[in-house]
């Protein structure tokens, strides 16, 4: 049985970080009401020549630095972005030519918070389905240049960033002891289209737009959509929460993964949190917070991890890995 196994992993940020107080001078909050409501601190804002392919492209390179390959060891590039560069082309096509790629193929995944979830679902099959042995896996976004700066309903909770993972084909014995990707579930509804929503786009007023959100209409979703798909990879793999090593979940909101760890019964101790530190970078979240708690030691080789995430359309998602 072919699993697809993390080979290697990395990240990257932008130059400036912005704490709080910052945006004080902006718009009307407070250090505080932000902590408080989501439980970030401060976030890194692109700058000029920073832009997600740059991004994309750094994390890239470390994880594949770390895994102890190149770009000529890669059949796959997926992107999961809803920052790309250009409308055209894939920002994963241009992360392709910057890693100097003229063989596989790339192409991006758009499920804003969820990308990194859909991708890493993405490239499984292709990797169980023998088109691709390993897959370069990116998360990569500049929420920063769609925010509407004026707006502190949402500008105070989004940051930049990307990361990365190498998923590679294993033959493996197939079992739940074994390493990679033990199950994957996605899930869509696009009736709640309209909660979370950028506000152009080429076909409609050929903008870019900016992101608008009823803030509290997806806190009220979130939670039970997060752990209805938790539990549905529970259920495929016969494991529970008891099993779980680490809970690394899409950083949105501190009182969202809180919210769903309690229900699930996961200790607060076995959650990877980042969003103090990186705000809300959407498709690049997860893999940020994987790899602050794989540098620190906290996941190790042979750990149950379930990634999570939730984001616009909406569209939700979990992955069971054994690391
Ligand atoms: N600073 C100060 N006050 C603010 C700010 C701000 N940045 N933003 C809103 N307020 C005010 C509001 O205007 C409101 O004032 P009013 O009572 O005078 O009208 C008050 O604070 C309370 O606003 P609510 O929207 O009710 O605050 P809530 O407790 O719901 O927190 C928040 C808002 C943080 C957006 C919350 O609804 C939330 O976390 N929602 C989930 C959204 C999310 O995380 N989205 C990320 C993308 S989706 C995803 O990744 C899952």
């Known amino acids: 049985m072919i699993r697809s196994v993390v080979r290697g992993y990395g990240a990257a940020l932008p130059k ?6 910052e945006l004080e001078g902006m718009v009307a909050t407070s250090d505080e009401w932000i902590v408080q409501r989501t439980g ?4 890194y804002i692109a700058g000029e020549g920073e832009t997600t392919a740059s991004l994309g492209e750094q994390a890239a390179r470390a994880a594949l630095d770390r895994a102890g390959l190149t ?15 250009n409308t055209f082309p894939a920002t994963a096509v241009n992360i392709q030519q910057r890693l100097g790629m003229t063989h596989g193929f790339a192409f991006d995944i758009q499920a804003v918070c969820s990308g990194f979830v859909y991708a890493m679902a993405t490239a499984d099959l292709y990797i169980r389905g023998g088109m691709a042995r390993r897959v370069l896996v990116i998360g990569a976004e500049t929420f920063s240049r769609i925010l509407d700066w004026n707006d502190r309903t ?23 002891a074994d390493r990679g990707i033990l199950t ?9 289209k309209d909660k979370l929503y950028v506000d152009g786009g080429p076909s409609t007023t050929g903008t870019v737009g900016h992101l608008r959100m009823e803030g509290r209409e997806v806190f009220k ?5 997060i752990t209805d798909v938790i539990e549905a990879a529970f259920e495929a793999t016969g494991t529970t929460a008891d099993d779980l090593d ?3 979940p899409h950083q949105a909101n501190r009182r969202i993964i809180d919210g769903s760890a309690k229900k699930l019964g996961i200790p607060t101790d076995k959650v990877v949190v980042t969003v103090d530190l990186h705000g809300n970078t959407s498709a690049a979240s997860i893999p940020l917070a994987l790899s602050v708690a794989l540098d620190d030691g906290r996941i190790k080789q042979g750990d149950l991890v379930m990634l999570e995430a939730m984001g616009g359309g909406f569209t939700w998602g979990a992955i069971l890995v054994r690391w």
């Open 16 to 21: 400036r970080v912005v704490p709080n107080r």
């Open 40 to 43: 970030i601190r401060q976030r």
């Open 71 to 85: 770009p000529d060891d890669i059949d796959l590039v997926l992107v999961a972005t809803s920052t790309p560069d």
């Open 154 to 176: 949402t500008c105070v909770l989004f940051g930049d960033g990307a990361g990365a993972l190498v998923l590679e084909a294993a033959e493996g014995e197939g079992t739940v």
């Open 184 to 192: 994957a579930h996605l899930r869509s509804d696009g009736s709640h």
């Open 221 to 225: 979703h979130a939670v039970g959509m």
């Open 246 to 248: 680490w809970l690394v």
